[in-house]
């Protein structure tokens, strides 16, 4: 067991704001944390892009123990649905040390906010469009959050192949005006 906390960062790289990722992530993995006495929970953040957007969030810890904490950490925020990307970055002794973590793939729908017809924005809505892509996707994935920004509102979709709920999205996708001009982007 450690002598002195070693301070780590687990860089979610999941595009969701903090209550999301505070009831997602940061919750749970305190309560399991106080059970096993592995590491603390110290702290957790969210860093945006110049335009506002969320780029990936993360959780600060103090681990205490880390060569069961590590492993424990990296299976717990997989298990919750962090993405891949996500990665556990930590010092000892002066080396760096990164461990990878999740299997998720994420896709952001980025939605045309202005140059669509008027009538498009007055008689589509924006509710009614993430309820039927999360009903499409079924046991596929989830979108786990989503943006507006002055021109764009983004949904992030989350789930084992971006292939997929691509594929099982893509019919209502086509025909539902909101989502004309709309734009995909595989989150890395």
């Keep these: 067991m450690s002598t002195k906390p070693i301070p780590a960062y687990a860089r979610i790289n999941a595009r969701i704001d903090p209550v999301e990722r505070g009831d997602r992530y940061e919750d749970p993995l305190s309560e399991a944390l106080e059970e096993n006495g592995l590491a603390v929970l110290t702290g957790g953040g969210t860093m ?11 959780i600060d810890l103090d681990l205490l123990n880390v060569d069961e904490a590590v492993s424990f950490i990296c299976d717990f925020l997989a298990e919750h649905g962090a993405p891949k990307g996500s990665k556990l970055q930590y010092e000892v002794d002066g080396e760096a040390k990164e461990v990878p973590f999740g299997f998720l793939e994420g896709l952001a729908i980025y939605l045309n906010g202005t ?27 989830e979108i786990q959050g989503h943006w507006q920004g002055p021109e764009e509102t983004a949904l992030y979709l989350y789930g084992y192949s971006v292939d997929e709920m691509r594929r099982v999205i893509a019919p209502f996708v086509k025909r539902y005006p909101l989502c004309e001009k709309a734009r995909f982007v595989v989150i890395t």
């Design 115 to 141: 140059d669509l017809p008027t009538e498009v924005y007055e008689t589509c809505d924006i509710n009614f469009l993430y309820e039927e892509i999360e009903r499409l996707l079924g046991d596929r994935g």
């Design 48 to 58: 945006q892009s110049e335009n506002g957007e969320i780029s990936y969030c993360g």
